[in-house]
């Protein structure tokens, strides 16, 4: 059987390869925020010696007409081309290449030494650009002829190679080619423009009920205006409460996750709804809607923003039951199965049936749920448990969502396999939780976060690093003591340019476990009120503050791609840097991983990677001690007291000589 060459015109030569940035050839966007500069490489090329041209294409998804950039050779037929992602928003970009008979005619031009050969030549050239001249207009099109019928008139052959090199004039030429035969790309790749708070945020976390200063009492939206300050003198810019809403009765469960309740026990918060209401409505004692309002405006009044918990389930006694059986799954003896993961239970919480036959409806009000809070000024949402619901689910709601609020940032709560972290990433959430509870050795450190930020993640996984969270309370907090909650911070607000904490528990280092071996906390938040008690000497608050201000005055910080870990000659420590674009500003971390010992070693930077000269001296400004040490090359002694302060966070400064030779360091 003869195989059929399907060709639509087999004049056109140029091939485009390997376009990147790329996820899963163009399968899910590529993320990028607000001002960067998209940089697009594509392999570029054709058969014999003719010279290409390339051009980047690049549109918001509402434009239809396409923004065109040169790209330009970086070697080995590979091409690169950039364009500002100047809005939030949706993009596509593609590339356009094709064989330019004017580029390859003037390479060859230039080539030439032979009378006869230049003067054939020059009448080639001269065709070419009389083509040229047909695609231009106006002035532009009466330079072009002009010069075509200067190479036809000049005899002279240093004249006529002069001529035919013009360099302004080729360059005109140049604008105006025949893209007739163009090749352009078939995939259209996109591009989700973020703003600024996706990639760099600090997030505390406190659970509304809890913040009432006196004893036994249950806290109140007004409550939580009066902790504003102190959050945000704290440095954070996101407020994160647990859900919000009316919490169930039925099956509701007691302190320390008992099946049995006992008269004033509050239940947890993530058993939504009741015959108050569900996932629009508010906890009756945390206040109105007026009052969920009016903090909204307090928080945003302290330069921070409020995020939202959205967990898509229910509690027995949520209205959707009754409303809408159809979106649960019953079981044969008429009751209505409850959540699980073995041997766990969750007696008080019905998981949506997402295979139900009213998938279409279920999936519009869910989507209204985010629209709800959405319209109350909440921009920042942090669902619980994705990886249990539908991956088709959650690549429609994002888009439609982030269509109708663009500023919309979604972070995904998954602790699971890696494959499923990542495909919720690729289907549109903005930063994803990570394992970094759990890497507490140096190896571990340095393979995870190499593998965030060097591998193919990185055009899409923006990792948001939590040293603890309501469910999570490691075994190196329970038994590291303030030394390790210190370390666990300034890795956590450094190593990922967005982190967060569970305030109270970790600025009060809070270490209890529930039962040994277990990650839960005893009398944990998460099924009843706490009282805490903020003024205790040992806190963290102004540890916390001092992070929270080198994360903000020090650009570096506020990305992840820079990162890069340098050698110590010691396991115990730990050592890497970040850097802004143009290296004026770096900042050194050295940390101690040992909580109960000091630590010393030998660290070895990069200097030329750093953009320092290995011959001069700088100065090493601790953030956190206020200290100021001078080093001198690559290799310099550290040694950490853990009882002191664990870490160094280093704002590495380089010297400067001034005209009367008086030197400081910038």
Same mark, same amino acid.
């Given at each position: 059987?003869?195989?059929?060459?399907?060709?639509?015109?087999?004049?056109?030569?140029?091939?485009?390869?390997?376009?990147?940035?790329?996820?899963?050839?163009?399968?899910?966007?590529?993320?990028?925020?607000?001002?960067?500069?998209?940089?697009?490489?594509?392999?570029?090329?054709?058969?014999?010696?003719?010279?290409?041209?390339?051009?980047?294409?690049?549109?918001?998804?509402?434009?239809?007409?396409?923004?065109?950039?040169?790209?330009?050779?970086?070697?080995?037929?590979?091409?690169?081309?950039?364009?500002?992602?100047?809005?939030?928003?949706?993009?596509?970009?593609?590339?356009?290449?094709?064989?330019?008979?004017?580029?390859?005619?003037?390479?060859?031009?230039?080539?030439?030494?032979?009378?006869?050969?230049?003067?054939?030549?020059?009448?080639?050239?001269?065709?070419?650009?009389?083509?040229?001249?047909?695609?231009?207009?106006?002035?532009?099109?009466?330079?072009?002829?002009?010069?075509?019928?200067?190479?036809?008139?000049?005899?002279?052959?240093?004249?006529?190679?002069?001529?035919?090199?013009?360099?302004?004039?080729?360059?005109?030429?140049?604008?105006?080619?025949?893209?007739?035969?163009?090749?352009?790309?078939?995939?259209?790749?996109?591009?989700?423009?973020?703003?600024?708070?996706?990639?760099?945020?600090?997030?505390?976390?406190?659970?509304?009920?809890?913040?009432?200063?006196?004893?036994?009492?249950?806290?109140?939206?007004?409550?939580?205006?009066?902790?504003?300050?102190?959050?945000?003198?704290?440095?954070?810019?996101?407020?994160?409460?647990?859900?919000?809403?009316?919490?169930?009765?039925?099956?509701?469960?007691?302190?320390?996750?008992?099946?049995?309740?006992?008269?004033?026990?509050?239940?947890?918060?993530?058993?939504?709804?009741?015959?108050?209401?569900?996932?629009?409505?508010?906890?009756?004692?945390?206040?109105?809607?007026?009052?969920?309002?009016?903090?909204?405006?307090?928080?945003?009044?302290?330069?921070?923003?409020?995020?939202?918990?959205?967990?898509?389930?229910?509690?027995?006694?949520?209205?959707?039951?009754?409303?809408?059986?159809?979106?649960?799954?019953?079981?044969?003896?008429?009751?209505?199965?409850?959540?699980?993961?073995?041997?766990?239970?969750?007696?008080?919480?019905?998981?949506?049936?997402?295979?139900?036959?009213?998938?279409?409806?279920?999936?519009?009000?869910?989507?209204?749920?985010?629209?709800?809070?959405?319209?109350?000024?909440?921009?920042?949402?942090?669902?619980?448990?994705?990886?249990?619901?539908?991956?088709?689910?959650?690549?429609?709601?994002?888009?439609?969502?982030?269509?109708?609020?663009?500023?919309?940032?979604?972070?995904?709560?998954?602790?699971?396999?890696?494959?499923?972290?990542?495909?919720?990433?690729?289907?549109?959430?903005?930063?994803?939780?990570?394992?970094?509870?759990?890497?507490?050795?140096?190896?571990?450190?340095?393979?995870?976060?190499?593998?965030?930020?060097?591998?193919?993640?990185?055009?899409?996984?923006?990792?948001?690093?939590?040293?603890?969270?309501?469910?999570?309370?490691?075994?190196?907090?329970?038994?590291?003591?303030?030394?390790?909650?210190?370390?666990?911070?300034?890795?956590?607000?450094?190593?990922?340019?967005?982190? =967060?904490?569970?305030?109270?528990?970790? /600025?009060? +280092?809070?270490?209890? @476990? $529930? %039962?040994?071996?277990?990650?839960?906390? #005893?009398?944990?938040?998460?099924?009843?009120?706490?009282?805490?008690?903020?003024?205790?000497?040992?806190?963290?608050?102004?540890?916390?503050?001092?992070?929270?201000?080198?994360?903000?005055?020090?650009?570096?910080?506020?990305?992840?791609?820079?990162?890069?870990?340098?050698?110590?000659?010691?396991?115990?420590?730990?050592?890497?840097?970040?850097?802004?674009?143009?290296?004026?500003?770096?900042?050194?971390?050295?940390?101690?991983?040992?909580?109960?010992?000091?630590?010393? =070693?030998?660290?070895?930077?990069?200097? /030329?990677? +750093?953009?320092?000269? @290995? $011959? %001069?001296?700088?100065?090493?400004?601790? #953030?956190?001690?206020?200290?100021?040490f001078l080093w001198s090359g690559p290799r310099n002694y550290v040694q950490i007291d853990p009882q002191r302060t664990p870490a160094h966070l280093?704002?590495?400064?380089?010297?400067?000589?001034?005209?009367?030779?008086?030197?400081?360091?910038?």
């Amino acid at each position: 059987m003869t195989e059929t060459l399907n060709v639509s015109d087999g004049r056109v030569r140029a091939v485009i390869e390997s376009v990147s940035p790329s996820v899963d050839n163009g399968r899910f966007a590529v993320k990028r925020i607000i001002g960067d500069q998209v940089v697009v490489e594509a392999d570029c090329f054709t058969d014999g010696h003719d010279t290409l041209a390339c051009l980047l294409l690049w549109r918001r998804e509402d434009e239809t007409a396409w923004h065109e950039a040169e790209m330009t050779p970086v070697g080995n037929d590979r091409w690169q081309g950039s364009f500002i992602a100047a809005s939030v928003g949706r993009y596509h970009y593609t590339v356009s290449a094709w064989v330019d008979h004017f580029l390859s005619w003037r390479h060859d031009f230039a080539r030439r030494v032979e009378k006869e050969d230049l003067r054939i030549a020059a009448l080639v050239g001269a065709g070419l650009i009389e083509d040229a001249a047909g695609r231009a207009t106006g002035k532009e099109r009466k330079q072009l002829q002009a010069w075509a019928v200067q190479l036809h008139a000049v005899t002279d052959t240093r004249l006529l190679k002069a001529c035919g090199l013009d360099e302004e004039l080729s360059a005109l030429a140049s604008r105006f080619p025949d893209r007739r035969l163009a090749t352009i790309c078939p995939v259209e790749y996109p591009l989700v423009v973020d703003r600024e708070r996706a990639r760099f945020s600090a997030w505390y976390e406190m659970f509304p009920r809890s913040a009432a200063p006196d004893p036994g009492r249950h806290g109140t939206f007004q409550d939580c205006e009066a902790r504003l300050p102190d959050i945000a003198k704290m440095g954070f810019d996101v407020l994160y409460f647990p859900p919000i809403h009316p919490i169930g009765r039925v099956n509701r469960k007691g302190a320390n996750n008992t099946l049995v309740t006992e008269t004033g026990d509050v239940g947890s918060p993530w058993a939504i709804g009741s015959v108050e209401g569900g996932h629009t409505a508010l906890h009756s004692e945390l206040g109105t809607i007026e009052d969920f309002r009016k903090l909204v405006a307090s928080v945003h009044s302290h330069n921070m923003e409020l995020a939202l918990d959205i967990a898509f389930q229910c509690a027995p006694d949520h209205p959707y039951v009754k409303a809408h059986p159809q979106w649960f799954r019953w079981r044969p003896d008429g009751t209505v199965q409850y959540a699980e993961n073995p041997p766990k239970k969750y007696q008080d919480i019905f998981p949506f049936e997402f295979e139900s036959d009213d998938w279409r409806g279920l999936w519009q009000e869910l989507a209204d749920v985010i629209r709800f809070w959405a319209n109350e000024g909440v921009r920042i949402f942090r669902i619980d448990n994705p990886h249990t619901k539908p991956f088709p689910f959650w690549e429609w709601i994002i888009s439609e969502l982030k269509r109708e609020y663009p500023d919309a940032i979604f972070l995904a709560e998954a602790f699971t396999r890696p494959k499923v972290m990542h495909r919720l990433a690729k289907l549109g959430f903005s930063q994803s939780y990570t394992y970094f509870a759990w890497r507490n050795a140096k190896h571990e450190l340095v393979e995870y976060f190499t593998e965030l930020t060097r591998g193919p993640g990185r055009d899409y996984f923006r990792p948001n690093a939590w040293p603890n969270t309501p469910d999570i309370l490691n075994e190196y907090l329970q038994f590291g003591g303030r030394p390790a909650f210190i370390v666990r911070l300034v890795l956590a607000a450094t190593l990922a340019a967005n982190y =967060g904490i569970y305030g109270p528990a970790y /600025e009060l +280092l809070e270490s209890t @476990p $529930h %039962t040994p071996e277990s990650e839960d906390y #005893l009398d944990s938040e998460k099924y009843q009120i706490r009282t805490w008690d903020r003024k205790m000497p040992q806190g963290l608050c102004d540890v916390i503050a001092r992070v929270n201000r080198a994360r903000r005055e020090n650009p570096a910080l506020q990305s992840d791609g820079s990162l890069r870990f340098f050698p110590v000659d010691n396991d115990s420590l730990l050592c890497y840097a970040k850097s802004n674009a143009d290296l004026n500003n770096l900042v050194v971390v050295v940390a101690n991983l040992d909580p109960h010992h000091v630590q010393s =070693g030998w660290v070895e930077l990069d200097l /030329e990677a +750093l953009g320092i000269d @290995p $011959h %001069t001296t700088y100065q090493m400004h601790d #953030l956190l001690s206020g200290a100021r040490f001078l080093w001198s090359g690559p290799r310099n002694y550290v040694q950490i007291d853990p009882q002191r302060t664990p870490a160094h966070l280093f704002a590495l400064r380089r010297k400067v000589r001034t005209e009367r030779n008086f030197d400081y360091f910038l």
